[in-house]
């Protein structure tokens, strides 16, 4: 992991996605890459990007870009390609005002997912093209790509070539970059056959497993029960007489008695305490919920002391907790 940085050449920070791999471009190039592929880190998918390279190759392309259709309302969000019958992209909008439909459905357009494969060497001359130009705002999407487009090879790869199958449900991409579609996406796993399957054994998802005990749902009395309905409890939990609801629960997450928790994401080490009732939240990581606080459930209130988002989910944070505390 290389965070972002400052140098003797510059004392900016990243000032866009491709200035994040420009200032990093030593770096790529002493490992002696032929190809180099550019992810964003706030999207989730399942994708074998062996298919995504043998596209490439098999193109000799400068740059090849990961596509898939999308409704025509949502591609506003997105770059917008059209490509021709061999999959050369000869238009490229970013963010359009009315995007241009897919040839024979109307209601799709063809929408970049922001995965981009490049030659390694093309990259690097023209992120140094990109960060000597002043009108620019150092963007992939905004910037690199729409000058590449009529004077390189640029090809579109249809995600659908390389997606992992969940059965016979669409292609699954998200874009999390936002803390509606970030509690969406959780939400989704909360449902008995949700959209990506986590289940995938021969196609796993890799992440950090620190070494923690089992979930654990304590107390069973006629008043007091620990217990969690259509929610993912992570290792290191405990469940102490509270109920849990439809929420997912990062590790080592700590539910106080007669606390309800509901349509919640709850981030490692937060604690809960007793009484307190949460709904439609995110709760950051370590955070200290005091007995009885009730989010959630009051639009106002919630806006006056957390973060409420357009989409209504009430984000928390411990400085948020503090401020509360100091009568701030």
């Known amino acids: 992991v290389l965070p972002a940085q400052q140098s003797v050449e510059s004392d900016a920070w990243y000032s866009g996605t491709a200035d994040a791999v420009h200032q990093n471009v030593e770096t790529l190039a002493a490992r002696r890459p032929e190809n180099v592929l550019v992810?964003?880190?706030?999207?989730?998918?399942k994708m074998d990007y062996r298919r995504f390279l043998e596209d490439h190759l098999e193109k000799d392309a400068d740059v090849t870009i990961a596509c898939l259709e999308v409704p025509l309302a949502d591609a506003r969000e997105f770059g917008v390609a059209?490509?021709?019958a061999t999959g050369r992209i000869v238009s490229w909008v970013e963010k359009p005002l009315e995007p241009t439909p897919v040839p024979g459905r109307p209601d799709l357009a063809f929408a970049s997912m922001g995965i981009y494969l490049f030659k390694a060497d093309f990259l690097y001359e023209?992120?140094?093209?990109?960060a000597a130009d002043p009108a620019s705002s150092h963007d992939f999407g905004k910037d690199v790509i729409p000058y590449?487009?009529?004077?390189?090879?640029?090809?579109?790869?249809?995600f659908e070539r390389s997606h992992i199958r969940n059965m016979d449900k669409p292609p699954y991409w998200r874009d999390v970059g936002t803390v509606d579609a970030y509690w969406e996406a959780n939400m989704d796993l909360t449902t008995v056959d949700p959209e990506l399957n986590l289940y995938d054994y021969e196609w796993p998802i890799f992440t950090h497993?620190?070494?923690?005990p089992a979930a654990k749902f304590v107390h069973s009395d006629p008043h007091r029960n620990g217990v969690a309905l259509s929610s993912l409890v992570s290792a290191g939990c405990i469940i102490s007489g509270a109920t849990?609801?439809?929420?997912?629960?990062?590790?080592?997450?700590?539910?106080?008695?007669?606390?309800y928790v509901h349509e919640a994401v709850v981030l490692p080490g937060a604690d809960i305490g007793e009484h307190a009732r949460l709904h439609r939240v995110v709760v950051d990581r370590d955070c200290r919920v005091p007995k009885g606080l009730v989010a959630g459930e009051d639009a106002e209130a919630d806006a006056a002391r957390f973060h409420r988002t357009p989409g209504g989910v009430t984000l928390i944070s411990q400085r948020m907790l503090d401020n509360l505390q100091d009568g701030r």
């Open 39 to 45: 992810l964003a880190g706030d999207h989730i998918y």
């Open 82 to 84: 059209q490509a021709d």
């Open 126 to 130: 023209q992120l140094a093209r990109d």
């Open 148 to 158: 590449l487009v009529p004077r390189a090879r640029v090809f579109a790869h249809r």
């Open 209 to 212: 497993q620190e070494q923690l």
């Open 244 to 259: 849990v609801h439809r929420s997912l629960l990062s590790s080592k997450v700590r539910v106080h008695s007669h606390a």
